[in-house]
């Protein structure tokens, strides 16, 4: 089963409410199943899964089995899912996010995206969420770029036979970093329509030159995954809400305004060592921030327990 594009052109009216959701690449330390109880009890509408060793690995045995179970159980708890594919050393134990579209050797990270766009069809994931990668530092810009396009073509191909949303994320520091270069790339594969834009609202404040609202109006008619955490300019740290820079309610009124309807997902890959307070902490505030901006939230969160330290 697949969902429809949660995306929706920003002239359509505003909603009433945010739907919030968090990464599992926050709750490393949780077997996959504890991490969307632990979600789904404190109140979240969602979850960004990113695939890796022990979260619905794509290559290990019986994956037609594990994904039909956790499809069943996130209908169980109600939670809507976003597949993320940004697992450190899934393809490679040696070398970080290796390989990536751009590296001499694609092969491996387009089976892996072809596996996480079956995967996400599958689940019913309302987006496939993806990234170009670093450039490695003997590849030219021009080959870099070429071999980019050549990749996402291959997967927009995939996604199309199986109708699934692809939301493609401008991560700093990598060969597409910023709204423009997604601009870019959506250009250079013919505007695809399965071709959205996964916006982390940190990235903007890190290195966007227009204000976090501003950017959220700039991408709203293509928009179909939100990744959400505070950050510092020009620090690409994902930090804990109220601990950085960003002003909230103007962001999440932003989002509402431009009527859109996918998950909005706290991602704080780093706060594993005290996944269920932090998850916690977070909702409260974004809800406390969506009050603040007139938008109507859910239930209050069940009381969290604590976690040990590091």
Request: glycine share 10%; aromatic share 6%; hydrophobic share 45%.
């Amino acid at each position: 089963m697949t969902a429809p594009p949660p995306t929706t052109p920003a002239d359509e009216p505003a909603v009433e409410r945010l739907r919030f959701g968090y990464g599992t690449n926050g709750f490393a330390n949780h077997r996959l199943d504890d991490a969307l109880t632990v979600l789904a009890d404190l109140g979240y509408e969602g979850v960004a899964l990113t695939l890796d060793h022990d979260h619905l690995d794509p290559y290990a045995p019986g994956l037609a089995r594990r994904v039909d179970a956790v499809a069943h159980r996130l209908a169980a708890l109600g939670l809507g899912v976003v597949v993320e594919t940004g697992a450190r050393y899934l393809l490679d134990p040696w070398r970080k996010h290796a390989p990536t579209l751009l590296h001499d050797d694609p092969a491996g990270r387009i089976d892996f995206l072809q596996r996480a766009v079956r995967v996400g069809a599958d689940l019913g994931a309302e987006a496939v969420s993806f990234w170009a990668g670093v450039r490695p530092g003997h590849v030219p810009a021009e080959v870099a770029r070429d071999r980019l396009v050549a990749g996402c073509a291959t997967v927009v191909a995939a996604a199309d036979r199986v109708g699934v949303t692809l939301g493609f994320e401008p991560e700093p520091g990598m060969l597409v970093e910023d709204i423009a270069g997604w601009r870019w790339l959506h250009r250079a594969l013919g505007e695809p329509a399965c071709f959205g834009i996964t916006l982390d609202i940190g990235h903007c404040r890190c290195l966007e030159s227009a204000t976090v609202p501003e950017c959220v109006r700039q991408v709203a008619d293509h928009l179909v995954n939100v990744q959400i955490d505070d950050m510092r300019r020009g620090v690409h740290e994902h930090l804990e809400f109220g601990t950085g820079e960003i002003d909230f309610p103007p962001v999440l009124r932003a989002l509402a305004d431009g009527g859109y309807r996918g998950l909005v997902a706290v991602e704080l890959p780093r706060h594993s060592h005290a996944a269920p307070t932090v998850a916690a902490r977070s909702l409260d505030f974004l809800r406390t921030a969506a009050r603040q901006a007139g938008l109507a939230v859910g239930a209050p969160p069940v009381p969290a327990g604590t976690t040990g330290a590091d």
